[in-house]
Each structure stands twice: as structure tokens, then as C-alpha cells.
């Protein structure tokens, strides 16, 4: 099993700043890939940012914008978001994939853009 706890959502101005970190704990041994998914009301959930063994990957709505990192002390991984659109809210899950395919899901942090 593996735990996440993300932290520092909240509602910012379009054009501002937030940054995201997610914690795992537990059998983080396995690790396969970690990343950041979103859901806007009435849409489906999708890809934001992901570090995988070999590459990172990003939405093209986010390059160039957001960046992702990995603290491998801390097994922590962060979503730094700059110049924050709109169409940029969304809850933001955490996620963690284990190198037997396992998914898990943090409980999910609110982000809102707006005037």
C-alpha cells in the first residue's frame, strides 16, 4: 500500500502562482511513475504532469507553465503552477504507480483561478 497527502491548493488570481506537494509513504519501493492528474466539474480526469522512470511527461494546456519535481529524500513530488489560467481549476489528485501497475490516489486538493 501507498499513502499520499497533498497539500497547498487554494484559489489565486489569473496570472498568479500556486505550488502543490504530494507525500507518499508506505511501500514506495516499487515506484514506476508519480505525478499530478486534475478534474474540472463535468469533465473527465486527465493528465497534468507525470515523472516516470525515464522521462517526464506534461499536458500540452500546462508546458511551459507548470513543472514538476521530485524530491527522492522526502519522496515528495511538487507541482510548481505559474501563470495560472481559468481554465486551470480543477481538483488535483496525486498519483503514484507501482512497477506491478498498481494505481493509487491522493484525496485530492482543490485549485481555483479566479478574479
Known amino acids: 500500500q501507498v499513502q499520499l497527502v497533498e497539500s497547498g491548493g487554494g484559489m489565486v488570481q489569473p496570472g498568479g502562482s500556486l505550488r502543490l506537494s504530494c507525500a507518499a509513504s508506505g511501500n514506495i519501493f516499487r515506484f514506476n511513475a508519480m505525478g499530478w492528474y486534475r478534474q474540472a466539474p463535468g469533465k473527465q480526469r486527465e493528465l497534468v504532469a507525470l515523472i516516470r522512470r525515464a522521462r517526464i511527461d506534461y499536458a500540452d494546456a500546462v508546458k511551459g507553465r507548470f513543472t514538476i519535481s521530485r524530491d527522492n529524500v522526502k519522496n515528495t513530488v511538487y507541482l510548481q503552477m505559474n501563470s495560472l489560467k481559468p481554465e486551470d481549476t480543477a481538483v488535483y489528485y496525486c498519483?503514484?504507480?507501482?512497477?506491478?501497475?498498481?494505481?493509487?490516489w491522493g484525496q485530492g486538493t482543490q485549485v481555483t483561478v479566479a478574479s
Open positions: 498519483y503514484y504507480n507501482t512497477l506491478e501497475l498498481q494505481n493509487y
